[in-house]
């Protein structure tokens, strides 16, 4: 069964330092999201990716955080510099399309800054 | 804009004994909702979903969530609870004019021996 990707499953990094999360879709998957989930709480909608472009990055603080799908398929998220309250679970989902379809999840990125 | 309120963090039941996991939402227009769940570092699996078809809803592993409208709830239940279903459930919901999906903060089952 095909399945979403992503990797590293943890990271630790130092507070300033630089940090990158890679996600890999379900082959043909149109639409590709990434999620933060603070521990306690619900996975809450970083960006939305339509092909390679972007629908959606309300919620992304772009201060410190980047995203892209050069090619529209997999997909990096960025954070530069990293700070405390980034540690987190980052998920990474895709779907057929950009409504409302089954997003499939990947296992998630680990992240914790000391 | 839609939201979903999880009314129990923390539920416990015995194995072999009914789950129910309550979840009520507020949106502006027809509703679709979703039950996922996460094991321990596993990645989010879809339950069963909604999307204005028949108000009760099978999933998988035995779960079902009743759409009431009235209530505006979509609890899920399960007859009898295994082991293996001590895990975060999540209830979601997500607006056909929207393209995003709003999650509730998660409740926690324990299934006791």
């Known amino acids: 069964e095909a399945?979403?990707?992503q990797s590293p499953r943890y990271k630790i990094t130092e507070k300033s330092q630089a940090v990158a999360f890679w996600c890999d879709p379900i082959s043909g998957h149109a639409t590709?999201?990434?999620y933060r989930q603070i521990l306690g709480q619900g996975p809450e909608l970083l960006v939305q990716f339509q092909d390679e472009s972007v629908v959606d990055d309300s919620q992304l603080?772009?201060?410190?955080?980047?995203?892209?799908?050069?090619?529209g398929v997999d997909s990096t998220l960025k954070i530069q510099p990293a700070e405390l309250g980034d540690s987190a679970m980052y998920l990474c989902a895709?779907?057929?399309g950009d409504r409302v379809y089954e997003q499939y999840f990947g296992p998630g990125t680990r992240?914790?800054?000391? | 804009a839609q939201s979903v309120t999880q009314l129990d963090s923390h539920v416990s039941v015995s194995e072999g004994t009914p789950v129910l996991l309550r979840c009520n939402y507020s949106s502006s227009y027809s509703p679709s909702l979703f039950w996922y769940v996460q094991h321990p570092n596993k990645g989010l699996q879809l339950l069963l979903k909604?999307?204005?078809a028949a108000t009760l809803v099978k999933g998988i592993n035995g779960f079902e969530a009743e759409f009431k409208k009235s209530e505006t709830s979509f609890h899920l239940t399960k007859p009898s609870a295994h082991m293996s279903d001590a895990a975060e459930y999540f209830c979601v919901v997500s607006e056909i004019s929207t393209r995003d999906?709003?999650?509730?903060?998660?409740?926690r089952l324990t299934v006791k021996p």
């Open chain 1, 3 to 5: 399945e979403v990707a």
């Open chain 1, 32 to 34: 590709l999201y990434w």
């Open chain 1, 61 to 71: 603080p772009k201060d410190r955080f980047s995203a892209e799908r050069l090619k």
């Open chain 1, 94 to 96: 895709s779907s057929l």
């Open chain 1, 111 to 114: 992240l914790t800054v000391t």
């Open chain 2, 50 to 52: 909604y999307t204005s």
């Open chain 2, 101 to 107: 999906m709003r999650f509730g903060a998660g409740t």
